[in-house]
C-alpha cells in the first residue's frame, strides 16, 4: 500500500514544512505517492517531499589492496577502525605492544608445542587457491607472527582453526600490528571468545538464534529442515569459526566485515539467511543440502568468477534482509 512508503515527521512545528520521507521508488510510483499525499493536506499547508535513497550494500572504497599504495592500511580499514568501540589506536604505542607480545618466549615451551605446530599447518593452507596476495610467502609469514602474538595475548583460547583467515583477510588490506589488534577488537567487543571456548558456546547461542529466525520468518524453510533432519549447527559451522572468510572470496570480504563492525552478529544472521535463501528447491536428504552449500567453497579455485558471482548475490541480497533485533535477547541457556 501507498501509506507504507510514507514516513510521517511529527516533530516539525505547525509553521514549518510538513515533511515526508519517500522511499526511493520508480518515478511513476512516486507521483501516485505524491498525489495520495497533497490530498491528505489543507490549502495553507506547506509541504515538502524529501526521498530515502535506499542502501543495499556496504559503502566500499575501491582500495585496489595491498594496502593502498605507500599506506600501511587502506581506507576501508580506516572506516572499520572507526566503528570499534575503543576506535582502536594504530599508533606507535600498539605498536610496540604487539611486538612485546610477539617476543615473548611462551610460545616456545613444550606445553604450547601443539598449538604452535597447527599455526604453521594452517597458514601455509591459507587461501591456497587465491591469486590475490602478491609475496604470498611473506604474507603466510606475517599470518604465523600475528596468530603467535595472538596465542601470547590469550593464553585461554590460543590459537583455534578458523582464526587463519580472519587475520589473513586483514592482512590484505592492513600491517601486522593493526591486524591483530583488529582481531582482538572481534575477539573482545563482538564476543568472538565465545566461539573458541570448551564446549563452543558461541555456537550454540547463534545457532539458537538462527533457528529462532528461521521458525518465525522462513517457516517453510524451517519445516522442510526438520522433516528431513538438517542439523542447523552443521551448517553454521564453518561460517561461524571463520566468519565466513574460509567462504568468501577475498576480495568481497570486505562488503562482509563493514556489515559485521557496523551491525554486529544481527548483520551474520543475515547473512546466514541469505546463504539458505540462496538454496534453491525443496530437499529430501539432509546430504543434499550441505553438498549444496559446499558448491560456494572454491578449494581449486576452478570456478573463481562462478563464485564471486554467487557470493557477490549473497552478501548483496544480506544487507536487504531484515531481522528483529529481539533476537539478540535470546541467551544461551534459555
Known sequence: MIENNILRDSNKSQQSPKVFMIKEEPASTLSKIWESITELFKEDDIVEAKVIESKNSADIKICKCPKTKNKNYCDNIYEILQMTKRKYNINKRSKELYQTLLEKNEFTLDNNKKNISQIKKDTSRTYSSSTNFIQKDKVLEKLEKVLKAFSNYDNKIKYCQGMNFIVAFFLYHCEEHIAFWLFICLIEEYDLRSLFYQDFPGLHLHVKRVEKILINEYPSYWKNFEQIGVKIDIIMIEWLLSLFSSLIPL????DFYKGFFSQGWIFFYKMCISCILNLEGEFKLPDEIYIALKKGKNEDGSKEEEIKS??????????????KTDVMSIKDND
Open 251 to 254: 576480495d568481497l570480504q570486505m
Open 310 to 323: 554467487m557470493w557477490s548475490n549473497i552478501i548483496k541480497n544480506a544487507y536487504s534482509i531484515k531481522i
